[in-house]
């Protein structure tokens, strides 16, 4: 497990790159690691999660550090005015260059946490994605795909790639192939800050592992690319 950076930080927020394997909120044992929100309280004193990441995605989180930072970006993220965009390495090659699926999500009581596709009882869910690049790898091609959520379903990306037939590599609850870490990165993050409503972007490179480091240059691509290159209400399914 790496080291929590701090990639931007004041008296309300603070704006983090958590390393894979560390749980964003403390964990339900007293064996899993200190949590994020654990470690910064030691560091800073209070702060409350304002969103989640999976134990072992890596990336950008922000935490706030007053109740009142807290409620205005509870409301930022209702409002969708928060922009996320996430990097992750798949097996095997996507449909087509971009698309936009839109398929319900719901808990799955035989395989948790796992999350399955469910029309009756799943939350709306909706991902936007496009390729980035692909490489040669043992076992076969991978691929390398930026995702924007447009909701924020537990295992959302996770569950929709793996739809797709292109689970993300190191992602055995949903079929990827075996890795040193689960190949998703939050890369990027852009909000209203909570006191003056100006906005705050941060980007955090993904961890030095050869998973990513085999798509250097689709990595430098895909950091300057924009959401917006996806395509809009278009669904794949």
């Known amino acids: 497990m790496g080291e929590l950076r701090v990639v931007f930080g004041d008296e309300h927020i603070l704006v983090i790159d958590k390393p894979p394997g560390m749980p964003s909120v403390p964990a339900r044992t007293p064996l899993d690691p200190p949590s ?38 509870g409301r930022a993220f209702e409002a969708r005015s928060v922009a996320k965009r996430y990097l992750a390495v798949v097996a095997g090659r996507l449909p087509r260059a ?46 390398l795909v930026v995702l924007e959520p447009v909701t924020g379903r537990s295992h959302q ?12 590599v190191g992602d055995r609850l949903y079929g990827g192939p075996a890795a040193e870490l689960l190949a998703l990165h939050a890369a990027s993050l852009e909000f209203p800050h909570p006191l003056h409503g100006r ?11 050869p998973t990513w480091t085999a798509f250097s240059v689709g990595l430098d691509q895909a950091r300057r690319s924009v959401g917006r290159n996806a395509d809009g209400p278009t669904c794949d399914q």
């Open 36 to 73: 994020v929100t654990e470690r910064l309280t030691a560091r800073f004193g209070p702060v409350e999660a304002v969103h989640r990441l999976d134990r072992d995605t890596s990336g950008l989180l922000v935490v706030a550090r007053s109740s009142a930072a807290r409620a205005a970006l």
């Open 98 to 143: 971009r698309g936009t699926i839109c398929l319900p999500l719901a808990a799955d009581p035989h395989t948790p946490p796992r999350q399955r596709i469910d029309p009756i009882i799943g939350r709306r869910a909706e991902t936007r994605w496009w390729v980035a690049g692909a490489a040669a790898a043992a076992g076969g091609t991978r691929t």
């Open 157 to 168: 990306l996770r569950a929709h790639l793996a739809w797709l037939g292109a689970p993300i």
């Open 199 to 209: 906005s705050v972007s941060a980007e955090a490179p993904p961890p030095d592992t």
